[in-house]
């Protein structure tokens, strides 16, 4: 009897603004997706669920779950999510929801701090930050100082 392979789980994130028009960077995203699970092993992508970056990349993980079954797209939401309830219902595009629970921060600063978290888990971050401010771009920064490997459009 063959022994089923274990994967080892390989994080990915992705970094982008709540509003800008990136759906002119589809294909090249879906080529970076595809060749982070073919050469480099991802298996689980972790995704924000705040803004168009974060839809696009969802959607490109989703569809190529249909050529590579054994990916994991991740729903990642705080505690103080359970105000919009259509964030916490059961959503057929992910395969789990991550918690992270950040009691004791300041509700401003929530996505921000669960941000940081998600940078602390993954393993490659895809960047399509295209402004020097704002809350996307702080996770960049702080990315950056993490010395996480860093893909930018």
């Not at 090249?28 to 480099?40: A, C, G, R, S, Y």
Request: glycine content about 6%; charged content about 30%; hydrophobic content about 35%.
């Amino acid at each position: 009897m063959r022994e089923v392979e274990k994967r080892k789980e390989i994080y990915c994130m992705f970094i982008g603004h709540s509003f800008y028009p990136y759906a002119d960077l589809r294909k090249k995203i879906e080529e970076i997706v595809e060749n982070l699970i073919v050469n480099e092993g991802v298996n689980c992508f972790l995704d924000g669920w705040h803004g168009d970056f974060d839809i696009l990349c969802r959607d490109i993980c989703y569809d190529l779950k249909k050529k590579y079954p054994y990916i994991k797209i991740l729903k990642c939401l705080t505690h103080y999510s359970h105000i919009v309830p259509d964030l916490c219902a059961p959503d057929e595009d992910y395969d789990s929801t991550l918690w992270f629970d950040l009691g004791t921060v300041y509700p401003k600063a929530i996505i921000t701090e669960r941000n940081k978290q998600m940078v602390d888990c993954s393993h490659f971050i895809v960047c399509g930050i295209r402004k020097n401010y704002g809350g996307a771009y702080k996770t960049y920064r702080y990315a950056k100082k993490q010395n996480k490997t860093l893909i930018e459009l």
